[in-house]
């Protein structure tokens, strides 16, 4: 059974920068579409930033320009570089992976980002 796990959450003043890191416990990046996503108590989870096998991204307009995504299939690991952090950015964050093949897909159990001065 694959895990995929988030790390990098904290709490950071508006206008600062965090990184975030999801870590699988099998290197599955490769083969499979990336994304992050993010949620607030009392509303939907949301999709900020995608990537596919190809490398090809998206991300949510409004995260563009400030957010990164990123994977490095050596260390089967992906990131989720977030600068110019707003309040509105505060929320639990999740990595998610997806073989399209199969629809077969992981969800991390999430990384509380706080955005307070």
């Known amino acids: 059974q694959v895990e995929i796990t988030e790390s990098g959450g904290g709490l950071v003043e508006p206008g600062g920068s965090l990184r975030l890191s999801c870590a699988a416990t099998t290197n599955i990046f490769s083969i499979y579409d990336i994304s992050w996503h993010r949620q607030v108590p009392g509303q939907q989870r949301e999709r900020v930033a995608y990537m596919h096998t190809s490398g090809r991204t998206e991300y949510a307009d409004s995260v563009e320009g400030r957010f990164t995504i990123s994977r490095d299939n050596a260390k089967a690991t992906m990131y989720l570089q977030m600068n110019a952090l707003l309040p509105n950015d505060t929320a639990v964050y999740y990595c998610?992976?997806?073989?399209?093949?199969?629809?077969?897909?992981?969800w991390g159990k999430g990384t509380l980002v706080t955005v307070s001065s």
């Open positions: 998610k992976a997806k073989r399209i093949l199969n629809g077969v897909e992981y």
